[in-house]
């Protein structure tokens, strides 16, 4: 009778080491979820202001008729 009080104690133990296992690994799936959402919202903001950015620019490129700078980039039959 005592044998099986220590198996059932040590059955306990496992499973609670295991349940804590997994808790702590599905908080750290939650954080990375969320860190990954917040990029993508970061990214998405910072396209809007380059892209303002870019339409300002060109704004200006016009108005004082700056002509747009030459392609960069390695030559090709096509470009030349």
Same mark, same amino acid.
Request: hydrophobic letters at 45%.
């Given at each position: 009778?005592? %044998?099986?009080?220590?198996?059932?104690?040590?059955?306990?133990?496992?499973?609670?080491?295991?349940?804590?296992?997994?808790?702590?690994?599905?908080?750290?799936?939650?954080? %990375?979820?969320? %860190?990954?959402?917040?990029?993508?919202?970061?990214?998405?903001?910072? !396209?809007?202001?380059?892209?303002?950015?870019?339409?300002?620019?060109?704004?200006?490129?016009?108005?004082? =008729?700056? #002509? #747009?700078?030459?392609?960069?980039?390695?030559? %090709?039959? !096509?470009? =030349?």
């Amino acid at each position: 009778m005592f %044998t099986r009080d220590i198996e059932i104690e040590r059955l306990k133990a496992e499973y609670q080491s295991l349940r804590s296992a997994q808790d702590s690994i599905l908080e750290m799936m939650n954080v %990375t979820a969320l %860190t990954q959402i917040r990029m993508e919202e970061s990214i998405a903001r910072l !396209e809007e202001a380059v892209s303002a950015n870019q339409a300002a620019l060109a704004a200006l490129l016009d108005h004082f =008729e700056i #002509p #747009p700078k030459p392609a960069m980039g390695f030559r %090709t039959e !096509e470009n =030349e």
